[in-house]
């Protein structure tokens, strides 16, 4: 993309214009946290398998590669 804070997004924009059958949901990415709240969910390896799974679900618009 680009080194530019907003460009992402707008680009995300102009992809959803572009395709409305893309739903806004896909551009919210989680926020991250911070301090306690990181050091509190420590990874247990049975759930890193569930992670990986729940990433490719939330599939954020640049994976609907075959558009753009």
Do not use: A, N, Q
Not at 2 to 12: I, N, Q, R, V
Request: net charge positive; charged share 55%.
């Amino acid at each position: 993309m680009s080194p530019f804070k907003g460009e992402k997004k707008k680009m995300m924009r102009d992809l959803i214009s572009m395709f409305p059958f893309v739903e806004e949901g896909l551009l919210v990415r989680k926020k991250k946290k911070r301090g306690k709240e990181r050091r509190r969910r420590r990874r247990k390896k049975g759930k890193e398998e569930e992670r990986k799974k729940k990433r490719k679900k939330k599939g954020y618009i640049l994976r609907i590669e075959g558009l753009c």
